[in-house]
């Protein structure tokens, strides 16, 4: 089992930075495959970006790529999501999510992929 918090929200405007941390427990962290999701007011739960195993592979949504980097480090049990050039429209509540996996090389982009979820972080930013 995984337990995963999230840490690194916050007030920022528009054109900020911001790096949102997980944290994960358990021995089988390199086992899962992980993604950040958010989720707007009023809208559905969206995946912004997502990792494999290995951190060799990635993917980003449309709206971040290009301002997003997710990255992982195995031996601490953490997943990052660096956020640059923040727009209003990133306003949400941030959730990691694990992804049990064999494949070392593959990400997943399906909320019913996950396996464990994160309680959340909100992130606001401000025009």
Do not use: H
């Amino acid at each position: 089992q995984v337990q995963l918090v999230e840490s690194g929200g916050g007030l920022v405007q528009a054109g900020g930075s911001l790096r949102l941390s997980c944290a994960a427990s358990g021995r089988t962290f390199s086992m899962y495959a992980m993604g950040w999701f958010r989720q707007g007011p009023g809208k559905e739960r969206e995946l912004a970006a997502a990792i494999s195993r290995s951190g060799g592979s990635t993917y980003y949504s449309d709206s971040v790529k290009g301002r997003f980097t997710i990255s992982r480090d195995n031996a601490k049990k953490m997943v990052y999501l660096q956020m640059n050039t923040l727009k209003p429209e990133d306003t949400a509540v941030y959730y990691c999510a694990a992804c049990f996996t064999y494949s070392s090389g593959s990400y997943f982009s399906e909320i019913n992929d996950y396996d464990y979820w994160g309680q959340g972080t909100q992130v606001t930013v401000s025009s």
